[in-house]
């Protein structure tokens, strides 16, 4: 018997095929790096080559959900644009049902919710995404959590995913400190990004999620992000190193 051609049949080892496929589709998505400061959620995206016809702006990674929550996402855009959308309704039902504004966990929880709902049921395929949800809680204290298709999800302080996600989780492991402020959240997030891609803001996307901000997020400029590229770029380091051990 074929244990992937149905999502939901077990292997006799436990697996469900299909949502580790799932996870592999996550894995060939652009890599996302989310870093938790102090008073700041910082959420750095790959930016893909855009051939030179199509609007550039129509391409996006990083979108708003609530007013002081925003997501980014690896994987598949359909299926993030398809949840997307679901998670904005919930969280514009929660408003209307309890006059308050959803927490970031609760807005982790719907879409992991969601997310799982579609490992157990005939007649359709896991979201081929996996998500990073950050923003502020009622307490105003920063959050960053991560969901995956099989509809787990988990806090954490930083965290990568996508497309080469140990290289970048490696080195944050190494350079991450509590309480970071602003700017250093940024640093380690480019850094982590440059540790996979090319040294240019053509490259690079970043948003700070801030509660002081009116949108509650802001995509950083290119003017903004220029010197801090160059100043992390240790790319004829690396090359003198493996160079000198050859």
Do not use: W
Not at 215 to 232: C, N, Q, S
């Amino acid at each position: 018997m074929s244990y992937d051609r149905a999502i939901t049949v077990f292997s006799p080892d436990g697996h469900l095929f299909q949502v580790e496929y799932a996870n592999e589709a996550v894995k060939k998505g652009s890599c996302v790096v989310g870093v938790k400061g102090k008073d700041v959620v910082v959420l750095a995206v790959e930016k893909q080559v855009v051939p030179k016809l199509q609007d550039p702006r129509t391409i996006r990674k990083i979108l708003r959900v609530d007013e002081n929550i925003s997501l980014a996402f690896a994987g598949l855009n359909a299926d993030a644009r398809v949840l997307v959308n679901k998670t904005r309704i919930e969280c514009q039902s929660y408003r209307l049902n309890y006059e308050d504004a959803p927490t970031v966990e609760y807005v982790a929880k719907f879409i992991a919710r969601t997310q799982q709902k579609y490992t157990h049921r005939g007649g359709a395929r896991p979201f081929g995404i996996s998500t990073l949800v950050a923003g502020y809680n009622t307490d105003g204290k920063p959050e960053l959590y991560q969901t995956d298709p099989s509809g787990t999800y988990y806090g954490y302080r930083a965290v990568a995913i996508g497309n080469n996600f140990k290289t970048p989780m490696d080195l944050m492991e190494k350079k991450y400190e509590a309480d970071m402020s602003e700017l250093d959240s940024v640093k380690l997030a480019v850094k982590a990004l440059l540790e996979i891609c090319e040294a240019s803001t053509n490259n690079i996307e970043v948003c700070v999620v801030d509660k002081n901000l009116p949108e509650g997020m802001r995509i950083m400029t290119e003017a903004e992000l220029e010197p801090l590229v160059k100043e992390l770029d240790d790319t004829e380091e690396r090359l003198k190193k493996l160079q000198a051990e050859k």
